[in-house]
C-alpha cells in the first residue's frame, strides 16, 4: 500500500480508493493511520496536546509517522506526499493549526483540534450529536454535514462533565462536608479516609495532575450506582452540564445521541428521558473519522 499509487493529481480528482493519513491525538494516546477507512494500517503512540506540550506533541506525530512507515515497509517520502488530515488536542485557534502545519513535513495537510473526527467518527455523515465526556469534555452536533461545538477549553477554565471536573466537584463537596455545608455521606467519608482528613485533601488537590483528579471519577459512578446521596447529586450535576450544552448546540428531540468517552455512558442514567431515548453507539472510533475527513479533504482538492 504505498501512495505512489495515487499520484496527488488524481487523489484530487475524487478517487474514492485514494489512500490518505490521519492523525488523531488527545490527552491519553494519538493514533495514526494509512488507508482508507474500510483498508488501513495503524499505529498507536502517546499522548499528543500542541498547547500543554507542543514539542512533546509534535515528536509523538513524527514519532508515529517513522513508526506507520516501518510497519507498511515504505519511506517517510511517499507517506508526507499524501493528502493528511490531523485532529489534535490543544489546537485552540487559526494561530496554532498554523504553527503546528508549519512544523510538520506533510505536503497536503489540513489541521484542527481533536473534536471533528470524533463527531464524524461517531456519527458518520447523518445528523446527531456527541457528548464526550472523558478527562476532558466537549460537545458536538452534526446537522446536515456542519459541524457545530462547544466546549473542550480545558480543566482550568472548562471540561463540565469530564473526569477531571467530577473528580474535582467529589474533593470540594467533601470538604464541604467538614464544614457541615453537606450531609456526610459514606462516600465523603471514604474520601477522607483515603486522603487522610480534609488537609490530605487540599495537599492532593494542589499538586495532582489532571488525569490524577480524574481517576476519582470512577469512584463517583460506584458510589452514585449504591445510591450515596453525595455521588447522585454529582452525577446529576454533570448531567445537566451535558443537557444544557447540547440543547445551547441546537439539539432536539428526533436526533440521535451518542456518549463517548470512558465517563460518557455512565451519565446514561441521570439524562432526561427525551435524551436518553435518542442514545445510540458510536458508529466508529475517531481516528475512523479523521480518515474519512482525509478523504472529504482529498476529494475537495484543497492542497
Same mark, same amino acid.
Given at each position: 500500500?504505498?501512495?505512489?499509487?495515487?499520484?496527488?493529481?488524481?487523489?484530487?480528482?475524487?478517487?474514492?480508493?485514494?489512500?490518505?493519513?490521519? +492523525?488523531?491525538?488527545?490527552?491519553?494516546?494519538?493514533?495514526?493511520?494509512?488507508?482508507?477507512?474500510?483498508?488501513?494500517?495503524?499505529?498507536?503512540?502517546?499522548?499528543?496536546?500542541?498547547?500543554?506540550?507542543?514539542?512533546?506533541?509534535?515528536?509523538?506525530?513524527?514519532?508515529?509517522?517513522?513508526?506507520?512507515?516501518?510497519?507498511?515497509?515504505?519511506?517517510?517520502?511517499?507517506? +508526507? @506526499?499524501?493528502?493528511?488530515?490531523?485532529?489534535?488536542?490543544?489546537?485552540?485557534?487559526?494561530?496554532?493549526?498554523?504553527?503546528?502545519?508549519?512544523?510538520?513535513?506533510?505536503?497536503?495537510?489540513?489541521? %484542527?483540534?481533536?473534536?471533528?473526527?470524533?463527531?464524524?467518527?461517531?456519527?458518520?455523515?447523518?445528523?446527531?450529536?456527541?457528548?464526550?465526556?472523558?478527562?476532558?469534555?466537549?460537545?458536538?452536533?452534526?446537522?446536515?454535514?456542519?459541524?457545530?461545538?462547544?466546549?473542550?477549553?480545558?480543566?482550568?477554565?472548562?471540561?463540565?462533565?469530564?473526569?477531571?471536573?467530577?473528580?474535582?466537584?467529589?474533593?470540594?463537596?467533601?470538604?464541604? %462536608?467538614?464544614?457541615?455545608?453537606?450531609?456526610? %455521606?459514606?462516600?465523603?467519608?471514604?474520601?477522607?479516609?483515603?486522603?487522610?482528613?480534609?488537609?490530605?485533601?487540599?495537599?492532593?488537590?494542589?499538586?495532582?495532575?489532571?488525569?490524577? #483528579?480524574?481517576?476519582?471519577?470512577?469512584? #463517583?459512578?460506584?458510589?452514585?450506582?449504591?445510591? @450515596?446521596?453525595?455521588?447522585?447529586?454529582?452525577?446529576?450535576?454533570?448531567?445537566?452540564? +451535558?443537557?444544557?450544552?447540547? %440543547?445551547?448546540?441546537?439539539?432536539?428531540?428526533?436526533?440521535?445521541?451518542?456518549?463517548?468517552?470512558?465517563?460518557?455512558?455512565?451519565?446514561?442514567?441521570?439524562?432526561?428521558?427525551?435524551?436518553?431515548?435518542?442514545?445510540?453507539?458510536?458508529?466508529?472510533?475517531? +481516528?475512523?473519522?479523521?480518515?474519512?475527513?482525509?478523504?472529504?479533504?482529498?476529494?475537495?482538492?484543497?492542497?
Amino acid at each position: 500500500m504505498s501512495c505512489k499509487s495515487y499520484a496527488i493529481a488524481d487523489v484530487m480528482k475524487n478517487d474514492p480508493d485514494a489512500n490518505v493519513l490521519a +492523525i488523531d491525538g488527545g490527552g491519553t494516546h494519538c493514533r495514526i493511520a494509512y488507508g482508507s477507512c474500510e483498508n488501513h494500517s495503524l499505529v498507536d503512540m502517546g499522548a499528543a496536546n500542541v498547547s500543554s506540550d507542543f514539542e512533546g506533541a509534535l515528536n509523538t506525530i513524527l514519532g508515529g509517522v517513522e513508526a506507520l512507515c516501518a510497519k507498511l515497509q515504505m519511506p517517510v517520502a511517499d507517506l +508526507i @506526499d499524501c493528502p493528511c488530515y490531523i485532529g489534535v488536542a490543544g489546537v485552540s485557534g487559526p494561530q496554532m493549526a498554523a504553527r503546528l502545519r508549519k512544523a510538520l513535513p506533510f505536503s497536503h495537510v489540513q489541521v %484542527t483540534d481533536d473534536r471533528p473526527p470524533a463527531l464524524r467518527g461517531a456519527l458518520g455523515a447523518k445528523d446527531g450529536a456527541i457528548a464526550h465526556c472523558g478527562t476532558g469534555s466537549f460537545w458536538g452536533v452534526q446537522l446536515g454535514g456542519t459541524q457545530k461545538f462547544a466546549g473542550g477549553w480545558g480543566y482550568v477554565l472548562g471540561d463540565e462533565a469530564s473526569g477531571h471536573w467530577l473528580g474535582r466537584a467529589a474533593l470540594s463537596a467533601t470538604l464541604e %462536608t467538614v464544614d457541615r455545608r453537606r450531609r456526610t %455521606t459514606d462516600f465523603s467519608q471514604s474520601l477522607l479516609a483515603q486522603y487522610d482528613g480534609a488537609a490530605g485533601i487540599v495537599r492532593f488537590a494542589t499538586h495532582a495532575r489532571p488525569d490524577e #483528579v480524574a481517576a476519582l471519577a470512577p469512584l #463517583v459512578c460506584s458510589a452514585a450506582a449504591q445510591d @450515596d446521596p453525595l455521588a447522585l447529586a454529582l452525577m446529576q450535576a454533570g448531567a445537566q452540564e +451535558i443537557t444544557q450544552s447540547l %440543547t445551547d448546540l441546537g439539539w432536539h428531540e428526533g436526533l440521535d445521541l451518542c456518549l463517548t468517552g470512558g465517563l460518557g455512558g455512565q451519565y446514561r442514567p441521570y439524562l432526561p428521558p427525551a435524551l436518553q431515548a435518542r442514545i445510540t453507539a458510536p458508529a466508529a472510533a475517531p +481516528i475512523i473519522g479523521a480518515l474519512a475527513l482525509a478523504s472529504d479533504f482529498a476529494r475537495e482538492g484543497v492542497a
